[in-house]
């Protein structure tokens, strides 16, 4: 018994590490292939947040719908009745069953519409060191658009950016979320 779960985890790890080093891959030929830094950070946006990431992929697998699928799935959350309960589900579950950390909220506004999730550690910069000529590189922005995509797909529409970085040399990785509005449902007229 105690090989099978060894074994599980062993293969969450593998996959996690692949993942990393794919997505390294994805970086360095992003990189070669965009003349500036902030090129590059809104190809890394836009990857899962607009389902871009079927250049890469499998031909129609947008990631971003995949994802909030699966997690809905497998997470057995209900919908949130407001911002901060949904910053709990983020923080505390979904980080944890996909990147295996779980960062903390922090800095809430007066208003209760903007936060931040503090990183202590991210998986996604565990095989990387940033080279001097792009140093405006925002090399994980990709969780940025994991984010908003996800939360589109629930019907709220958020605004997520790295405010700090471990990767530039601060001491945490910070992403700022800012509650933007509700996404209604466009039904035709006369249907409810």
């Known amino acids: 018994m105690s090989r099978q779960a060894n074994r599980g985890t062993e293969s969450k790890k593998m996959s996690s590490e692949l993942f990393t080093l794919t997505y390294g891959a994805l970086v360095t030929q992003l990189c070669k292939d965009y003349e500036n830094d902030e090129d590059v950070n809104k190809q890394l946006d836009k990857i899962l947040h607009h389902g871009l990431f079927s250049n890469f992929l499998p031909r129609g697998f947008n990631i971003g719908v995949r994802l909030i699928e699966d997690f809905l799935a497998r997470s057995n959350v209900g919908r949130c009745h407001d911002f901060r309960e949904t910053a709990d589900v983020i923080a505390k579950v979904a980080f944890k069953m996909y990147l295996g950390i779980t960062p903390s909220i922090t800095n809430w506004s007066p208003a209760g519409d903007e936060f931040s999730l503090i990183l202590e550690n991210n998986p996604l910069v565990d095989f990387v060191e940033l080279p001097d000529n792009h140093s405006s590189l925002i090399y994980s922005n990709l969780l940025c658009g994991v984010l ?21 040399g601060d001491s945490v990785t910070e992403i700022r979320m800012r509650f933007i509005r509700r996404i209604e449902d466009n039904l035709p007229a006369g249907e409810e």
């Open 148 to 168: 908003r995509g996800a939360l589109e797909m629930v019907q709220m529409a958020v605004e997520a950016k790295f405010v700090q970085d471990t990767l530039k």
